[in-house]
């Protein structure tokens, strides 16, 4: 057998949602990898800074504007892709939005955004992404970025977690039909962690008192995110499809 390789030397990784957040962070560090990152969003401008800082530190990068919700956009995007670096090795769906009401103030617009973006865009982006890789002989890599509310809900965020849980579902069911294509389908459900957005509130007496229900008792660093996200992307999870991995200092086993 040989050694375990998390290196992506030469692979072709496409990030969603990359103008923030996960997606943000992942580029550079993937980049540092050997992958050959391409981060799109639906700004392309946004986009700039983070493909100079990553070629500039001797990475590969290309940036492209990308509607998750709009099919011609990901196909569009995609030529683009493929005229540059050829086809993508590995898909992560990173582009999310959430919600803030009660389930009762919860308009028809603000269920569908969510939805378009976070379930629906994750399937555009997989199908047409996985059409290409069948075509072109690839073993590739899908990782659908879920969350632990796809697991276990939190109140006031009805249409997020519908559509985290929906997510977890089609990775499971995009593995059992790509397998037999040696398409690997699976997702990294993400807990509560430190981020810019959120490190304002986090130090307040009600952010101090959510991160005490979390079993470990801490928020996780966006580091820890790169152990579950290197493995998947990498042939080291070769015989690994439909597997949710939980990355959430124990807060899917957590007591009620």
């Known amino acids: 057998m040989s050694d375990i390789n998390f290196r992506l030397d030469g692979k072709v990784v496409l990030i969603t949602g990359a ?82 009401n009660a389930m009762f103030d919860v308009t028809a617009e603000e269920w569908d955004r969510v939805m378009s973006t976070n379930l629906t865009g994750a399937f555009n982006v997989a199908q047409e992404s996985a059409r290409r890789m069948n075509q072109h002989g690839k073993h590739g890599s899908i990782i659908n970025i879920a ?70 008792r801490r928020l996780g660093d966006l580091s820890e995110l790169l152990g579950p996200l290197f493995l998947l992307a990498s042939d080291a999870s070769s015989f690994m499809t439909g597997s949710i991995l939980s990355v959430d200092g124990g807060h899917a086993v957590s007591t009620l």
């Open 19 to 100: 103008s923030s957040g996960f997606g943000q962070f992942f580029a550079p560090a993937l980049a540092r990898q050997g992958a050959k990152v391409v981060v799109a969003a639906r700004r392309r401008n946004p986009l700039l800074a983070l493909e100079e800082k990553i070629e500039s530190d001797g990475g590969k990068c290309l940036a492209v504007a990308m509607d998750v919700t709009d099919r011609a956009s990901v196909k569009e995007a995609l030529d683009q892709v493929e005229a540059s670096y050829g086809c993508v090795d590995v898909v992560i769906n990173n582009a999310g939005i959430g919600d803030s």
């Open 147 to 216: 969350s632990v509310l796809g697991l276990r809900v939190a109140s006031h965020l009805t249409a997020y977690c519908a559509s985290k849980a929906g997510l977890v579902q089609l990775t499971k069911a995009m593995a059992l039909e790509l397998a037999r294509y040696q398409i690997r389908v699976n997702a990294i459900c993400p807990g509560y962690f430190l981020t810019d957005i959120n490190r304002d509130f986090m130090e307040t007496d009600a952010g101090k008192k959510m991160i005490q229900r979390v079993p470990q």
